[in-house]
Protein backbone atom coordinates (compact mmCIF):
# COMPACT_ATOMS: atom_id res chain seq x y z
CA UNK A 1 0.00 0.00 0.00
CA UNK A 2 0.95 3.67 -0.56
CA UNK A 3 0.03 6.39 1.39
CA UNK A 4 0.49 10.35 -0.25
CA UNK A 5 0.04 14.05 1.81
CA UNK A 6 0.17 16.75 -0.55
CA UNK A 7 0.97 20.10 0.66
CA UNK A 8 1.71 23.57 -0.69
CA UNK A 9 -1.56 24.88 -1.93
CA UNK A 10 -2.73 28.25 -1.48
CA UNK A 11 -4.18 31.67 -2.29
CA UNK A 12 -2.49 33.30 -5.25
CA UNK A 13 -3.18 36.04 -7.69
CA UNK A 14 -3.57 35.57 -11.47
CA UNK A 15 0.01 35.36 -13.14
CA UNK A 16 1.85 33.88 -9.56
CA UNK A 17 3.14 30.82 -9.11
CA UNK A 18 2.81 27.77 -6.71
CA UNK A 19 4.58 24.54 -5.63
CA UNK A 20 2.56 21.73 -4.67
CA UNK A 21 3.98 18.62 -2.53
CA UNK A 22 3.07 14.84 -2.70
CA UNK A 23 4.66 13.39 0.04
CA UNK A 24 4.23 9.01 -0.67
CA UNK A 25 4.93 6.74 2.29
CA UNK A 26 4.28 2.96 1.89
CA UNK A 27 5.75 0.48 -1.12
CA UNK A 28 7.04 3.39 -2.92
CA UNK A 29 9.50 0.99 -4.93
CA UNK A 30 7.00 -0.48 -6.89
CA UNK A 31 5.03 2.95 -7.97
CA UNK A 32 4.09 2.75 -11.69
CA UNK A 33 3.71 5.97 -12.27
CA UNK A 34 2.81 9.10 -9.91
CA UNK A 35 0.15 11.81 -11.01
CA UNK A 36 -1.69 15.04 -10.15
CA UNK A 37 -6.06 15.77 -10.61
CA UNK A 38 -7.95 18.54 -9.98
CA UNK A 39 -11.53 18.97 -9.09
CA UNK A 40 -13.08 22.40 -9.56
CA UNK A 41 -16.38 23.57 -7.55
CA UNK A 42 -19.26 20.95 -9.50
CA UNK A 43 -17.04 19.97 -11.93
CA UNK A 44 -15.85 16.33 -12.46
CA UNK A 45 -11.94 15.49 -11.21
CA UNK A 46 -9.77 15.98 -14.26
CA UNK A 47 -6.47 14.46 -14.76
CA UNK A 48 -3.74 17.57 -15.15
CA UNK A 49 0.01 15.62 -15.22
CA UNK A 50 1.95 12.11 -15.14
CA UNK A 51 5.41 11.01 -14.44
CA UNK A 52 6.14 7.45 -14.78
CA UNK A 53 8.55 5.42 -12.75
CA UNK A 54 11.44 6.43 -15.90
CA UNK A 55 10.68 9.71 -15.62
CA UNK A 56 8.16 10.40 -18.72
CA UNK A 57 6.19 13.40 -18.13
CA UNK A 58 2.49 14.25 -19.97
CA UNK A 59 0.31 16.82 -19.28
CA UNK A 60 -2.96 18.23 -20.25
CA UNK A 61 -3.11 20.60 -22.69
CA UNK A 62 -4.40 23.48 -20.92
CA UNK A 63 -1.27 23.49 -18.48
CA UNK A 64 1.16 22.72 -20.89
CA UNK A 65 4.22 25.42 -20.60
CA UNK A 66 3.26 26.70 -17.33
CA UNK A 67 3.19 23.18 -15.16
CA UNK A 68 6.19 20.79 -14.82
CA UNK A 69 5.56 17.78 -12.82
CA UNK A 70 8.98 16.63 -11.20
CA UNK A 71 10.15 14.16 -8.24
CA UNK A 72 12.68 13.00 -6.20
CA UNK A 73 12.91 9.95 -4.11
CA UNK A 74 9.67 9.65 -2.49
CA UNK A 75 8.14 13.04 -3.54
CA UNK A 76 6.61 14.55 -6.41
CA UNK A 77 5.82 17.95 -7.13
CA UNK A 78 3.73 20.18 -8.99
CA UNK A 79 5.08 23.46 -10.25
CA UNK A 80 2.17 26.07 -10.99
CA UNK A 81 3.40 28.90 -12.97
CA UNK A 82 1.55 31.53 -14.76
CA UNK A 83 -1.13 30.57 -12.77
CA UNK A 84 -4.82 31.48 -14.37
CA UNK A 85 -8.10 31.63 -12.38
CA UNK A 86 -9.45 28.69 -14.31
CA UNK A 87 -6.73 26.26 -12.31
CA UNK A 88 -9.04 26.84 -8.94
CA UNK A 89 -9.94 23.41 -7.79
CA UNK A 90 -8.57 21.12 -4.95
CA UNK A 91 -5.76 19.07 -6.17
CA UNK A 92 -5.11 15.53 -5.58
CA UNK A 93 -2.03 13.53 -6.15
CA UNK A 94 -2.88 9.72 -7.32
CA UNK A 95 -0.31 7.23 -7.48
CA UNK A 96 -0.13 3.57 -9.28
CA UNK A 97 0.87 0.38 -7.54
CA UNK A 98 0.17 -3.12 -8.92
CA UNK A 99 -3.06 -2.19 -10.71
CA UNK A 100 -4.63 0.10 -7.62
CA UNK A 101 -5.12 3.69 -7.42
CA UNK A 102 -4.32 5.37 -4.67
CA UNK A 103 -5.24 9.17 -3.53
CA UNK A 104 -4.06 12.02 -0.85
CA UNK A 105 -6.44 14.10 0.41
CA UNK A 106 -6.38 17.19 -1.73
CA UNK A 107 -4.95 20.61 -1.40
CA UNK A 108 -6.40 24.17 -2.37
CA UNK A 109 -5.12 26.22 -4.55
CA UNK A 110 -7.50 29.50 -5.28
CA UNK A 111 -5.97 32.25 -7.73
CA UNK A 112 -7.66 35.50 -7.97
CA UNK A 113 -7.92 37.73 -11.19
Known amino acids: QVQLVESGGGLVQAGGSLRLSCAAS????????MAWYRQAPGKQREWVAI?????TTTYVDSVKGRFTISKDKNTVYLQMNSLKPEDTAVYYC?????????WGQGTQVAVSS
Open 51 to 55: ITSGG
Open 26 to 33: GSISNINS
Open 94 to 102: NALLENRYY
